[in-house]
């Protein structure tokens, strides 16, 4: 049979390594400096693009889009090729692909701190960097596909299955999460409202960590694993019943994100039946990993890449296992809003993700460089330390979070709140965050040792060029099944019909979850007394987005106990009804704010905003001090933003639209009049008048700046359902 020669693209490889590297190194910096920032909460006091709510978005879009992306991209490049035989369909596509995901980074790097930010959790960037992302994805998966259907192996290995899978769900996950209406260059509203927001956007959040941080992964650890050890994998059986049962019941997991909210009781059901079923494919993937290791142990004790892999798929175990505990209801009331959820987030993150990532990279920059690592010590000294930092980190976090719930749950015997100052919480676990940052500080340590590692390792080396390869052509035999052919082998030389199976299992769990949700009106009784935001009080939403509010504060009184007395009457799906987007939160660094409104005058919120510590003793809140400098809008950008609100559904009637400007001064002056009652604000805005004359300036009114406008929307949440006592 003749042999036909061709090269391996090893060039597309390098680049999206030393992207991963470099991107690696800002994530976890930027991850490093949140931590610090709740030890110093005024560490950037007073600038805006540095904030604390601003740069949460940054770090775990760094980490996941850029981090952990580059290093799927690298690994399927590579492994693509070999497992086909084949180079990559097209080198332009290739490159496409690589620049063009920098540049979606370095958008969202600069729009981010900015504050352009829809709120989505791991899907905050504006709607022009979602079509970017779109485009993009479709370029890699045009390039796969291409490469498939080139290719000189007749059947599919498992880790392409896994590859084609994680193409064609987070296609449909971003596209249908991030349709939104655009209100201008870089401002958009959410189609969805309220619960279904909700909804859409966790059956998103949930399996983006399905489908971006975990399928990619587990192909990358099928060849990755076996060519280390160079064992064959485990069990073949085991994996195609952990593919499809994976991808199937995955997909439906998404509501145990929000157990005892106002989602309705079948969708929540529905969440928990299929997220306690996924243990079984997440352990079998894991012990088909560890598994294939079997004979070879001795081999884990000397090489640093195996060392890696071991404690990345024990860690992929770890999350496997806790997830499916934490969609017990009982367990995720006690979990939820805590920290108990950044620890677990952070075990799969840093040793699924980052460990994988880390052996991929030991393993692959001296095979394509042909030399030998520049220091094994060293990557086992980045080993070390780096499952220190894990333990360091994860640790104190569970800690955290089961002092946080205890401390909320607790009653005195006269039925009032043990703890009913929630800042009280805040102090316990202060020691918790000091731990956290020092097992950042080792990982990242890590992380710079493997920078070191591998720009020596690369210094010594030839520059990385190309490999030749030879196969031979791909003969073809019949489209049937031959005879003795077993149905799923035959599949594996099938991409086509493979990769729209894999649609169909992942399609049925949304379908049923979300369409009900959206099209039976039943699903969300209304309530009469909700209307829509004031143009003011929409104003000032969005400067509650803007500032990343959300990533600290929840909007969801849950029907607890402790909940309700400390909160107020428990959430309802109707008071959310004109929620573009939905900001019921996933962490409580600070109380929920869902029944704030009227709780304190306007002049405690306005001294709060400046410095939370003046009105909060051992509050972690930064100041905004901005707020009280930028001028609010100009008028013609909330009237755009409410006609689109209308073409959404929000009530607003022509005239309330036309009326904007008018309401809008209105309700400002109303609120800066209130803030006078105060004479040491009197004081302080008379002086700042007589500066501005004096240096010929015009003087902004109070009643426009941005402060009035967020004061605006905090004073109005939980007023339209408020209850007497």
């Known amino acids: 049979m003749e042999m036909q020669q061709f090269y391996y693209d090893n060039k597309i490889v390098k680049k999206f390594i030393y992207a991963t590297i470099v991107f690696g190194v800002v994530g976890m910096l930027v991850g490093l400096i949140l931590a610090t920032m709740f030890l110093f909460p005024n560490l950037t006091d007073g600038i805006s693009w540095l904030s604390f709510g601003r740069l949460r978005p940054l770090h775990t879009n760094a980490v996941i889009f850029a981090f952990v992306g580059n290093a799927m991209f690298a690994g399927i490049y590579y492994s693509l090729q070999r497992l086909l035989k084949a180079r990559m369909y097209s080198d332009f596509l290739s490159n496409l692909n690589f620049w063009g995901w920098q540049l979606i980074i370095v958008a969202a790097a600069i729009s981010l701190p900015l504050g352009y930010s829809t709120s989505k959790e791991y899907a905050e960037l504006e709607w022009p960097i979602d079509i970017a992302i779109a485009l993009i994805w479709v370029t890699f998966g045009i390039n796969m596909i291409g490469t498939i259907l080139k290719r000189r192996e007749r059947h599919l290995y498992v880790a392409i299955w896994f590859y084609l899978a994680t193409f064609v769900t987070v296609a449909v996950l971003h596209i249908f999460n991030?349709?939104?209406?655009?209100?201008?260059?870089?401002?958009?509203?959410?189609?969805?409202?309220?619960?279904?927001?909700?909804?859409?956007?966790?059956?998103?959040?949930?399996?983006?960590?399905?489908?971006?941080?975990?399928?990619?992964?587990?192909?990358?650890?099928?060849?990755?694993?076996?060519?280390v050890a160079n064992r064959p994998v485990y069990s073949y059986r085991l994996s195609i019943i952990h593919f499809w049962s994976l991808i199937f019941l995955y997909i439906w997991a998404g509501p145990h994100h929000l157990l005892y909210s106002a989602l309705p009781n079948w969708a929540q059901n529905l969440g928990v039946v299929f997220s306690v079923m996924l243990i079984a494919p997440s352990w079998g993937g894991m012990i088909n990993g560890l598994l294939t290791l079997r004979g070879v142990w001795d081999k884990v004790r000397q090489e640093p890449v195996l060392k890696f892999f071991v404690v990345a798929i024990t860690g992929y175990g770890m999350a496997t296992f806790e997830g499916p505990m934490l969609s017990l209801k009982n367990v995720n009331g006690i979990a939820h809003f805590t920290d108990w959820i950044i620890a677990h987030v952070h075990v799969g993150a840093l040793a699924w993700n980052g460990f994988m990532a880390f052996g991929v990279i030991y393993w692959l920059i001296p095979r394509m460089s042909k030399t030998s690592l520049y220091s094994t010590k060293l990557a086992n000294f980045h080993f070390w330390i780096g499952t220190l930092g894990i333990i360091l980190y994860t640790i104190p976090m569970y800690v955290a979070g089961f002092l946080q719930a205890s401390m909320w749950k607790q009653f005195n015997p006269d039925g009032t709140l043990t703890y009913g100052n929630f800042l009280e919480t805040v102090t316990a676990i202060m020691p918790m965050y000091w731990m956290r940052a020092v097992g950042g500080s080792l990982y990242l340590i890590g992380m710079l040792v493997l920078v070191y590692n591998i720009i020596q390792t690369v210094r010594a080396a030839a520059p990385i060029e190309d490999e030749l390869a030879e196969a031979p052509e791909l003969q073809r035999i019949s489209p049937s099944r031959v005879k003795g052919e077993r149905y799923h082998a035959w599949l594996e030389r099938k991409p086509i019909q493979l990769t729209i199976l894999a649609t169909v299992a992942i399609l049925i769990g949304g379908v049923i979850q979300i369409v009900p949700t959206i099209m039976v009106k039943s699903n969300i009784p209304t309530i009469a007394s909700v209307k829509p935001y004031t143009p003011l009080e929409l104003e000032g939403r969005d400067l509650y987005i803007r500032e990343g509010c959300v990533g600290c504060h929840s909007q969801m009184v849950r029907p607890f106990r402790s909940e309700v007395e400390r909160y107020g009457p428990q959430s309802k799906a109707g008071e959310f009804v004109y929620d573009h987007p939905f900001l019921w939160g996933s962490k409580r660094t600070g109380p929920d704010l869902l029944r704030v409104g009227g709780k304190y005058n306007d002049n405690w919120h306005f001294n709060h905003l400046w410095n939370p510590q003046s009105t909060s003793a051992g509050s972690i809140m930064p100041g905004y001090k901005w707020l009280f400098d930028n001028q609010a809008m100009d008028i013609s950008a909330i009237q755009k933003k409410m006609q689109v609100m209308k073409q959404l559904g929000v009530a607003y009637s022509e005239t309330q639209i036309a009326n904007a400007e008018k309401d809008l001064k209105a309700q400002g002056i109303k609120i800066e009049e209130s803030l006078k009652s105060d004479p040491d604000f009197v004081k302080s805005y008379d002086d700042s008048k007589k500066k501005a004359a004096a240096r010929g300036e015009e003087f902004v009114p109070m009643s426009d700046r941005e402060i009035v406008a967020l004061i605006a929307y905090i004073q109005r949440l939980g007023t339209d359902i408020k209850v007497k006592k």
Do not use: E, R
Not at 187 to 208: C, E, T
């Open 178 to 227: 991030s349709l939104a209406l655009p209100v201008s260059g870089m401002k958009s509203y959410s189609v969805y409202a309220g619960v279904q927001d909700a909804l859409v956007q966790w059956w998103y959040g949930h399996n983006a960590v399905a489908f971006f941080l975990t399928t990619p992964f587990l192909g990358l650890m099928y060849y990755f694993v076996p060519k």
